[in-house]
């Protein structure tokens, strides 16, 4: 069945660097549009990132750009964020999402989500 499954989180002091990994399974990983999103305590959940593996095409919120890269390795279905200079703001628990229509970073398009990885900046 369609599964997402994030590894990598935990805790980092602030400036450094964390690699958090969506495992992908159960449907055409190679023509999904594949993002991060992250939700904070009493946030509502935001878009950080988000890749086209068919063309690699890649958008970023401007609170991950220059400091996130995406990246997917389509043989092994997998879908990888790596976070430098990462901020106390940047607390939340990950999530990875899929859908395989073309658009941006609305939550409300993905179809398929993960359970999410904590990630805590201190």
């Known amino acids: 069945h369609v599964q997402l499954v994030e590894s990598g989180g935990g805790s980092v002091q602030a400036g450094g660097s964390l690699r958090i990994s969506c495992l992908a399974s159960g449907f055409n990983f190679s023509n999904y549009r594949m993002a991060w999103f992250r939700q904070a305590p009493g946030k509502e959940r935001e878009g950080v990132a988000v890749?086209?593996?068919?063309?690699?095409?890649?958008l970023y919120a401007d609170s991950a750009k220059g400091r996130f890269t995406v990246s997917v390795d389509n043989a092994k279905k997998y879908f990888y964020m790596h976070m430098n200079s990462l901020k106390p703001e940047d607390t939340a628990m990950y999530y990875c999402a899929a859908d395989p229509s073309y658009g941006g970073l609305d939550r409300n398009e993905y179809k398929v989500w993960g359970q999410g990885t904590q990630v805590t900046v201190s």
């Open positions: 890749i086209y593996t068919g063309t690699c095409s890649i």
